[in-house]
Nanobody, 116 residues
């Protein structure tokens, strides 16, 4: 199983970015995005179920970020708009496979830096 993030970068406040997560090796029940800023705990940003019917967002990103997934391509996306300096963090793709046991998988992360 492999999760590979892409799309991070350095942008100015108010800009947009789209992160992508390419998944391989399995299909997943839940996929989500976490982020971790220096000196802070990793936090859940947005989550989406396998059918895409249920999404959840951290209060800090509601109305600005949109999570989506393409099950045919086994991809997940995070469209980020109206970026703020406080969105600066390493963003991680996370996936959960629920069978007899629960298995969690993580990508290596992609850096998002928002300048003021």
């Amino acid at each position: 199983v492999q999760l590979v993030e892409s799309g991070g970068g350095l942008v100015q406040a108010g800009s947009s970015l789209r992160l992508s997560c390419a998944a391989s090796g399995s299909t997943f029940n839940i996929m989500d995005w976490y982020r971790q800023a220096p000196g802070k705990q990793r936090e859940l940003v947005a989550a989406i179920t396998v059918g895409g019917g249920t999404t959840n967002y951290a209060d800090s990103v509601k109305g600005r970020f949109t999570i989506s997934r393409d099950n045919v391509k086994n991809m997940m996306y995070l469209q980020m708009s109206s970026l703020k300096p406080e969105d600066t963090a390493m963003y991680y793709c996370h996936a959960v496979k629920i069978g007899f046991l629960r298995s969690d998988y993580w990508g290596q992360g992609t850096q998002v830096t928002v300048s003021s």
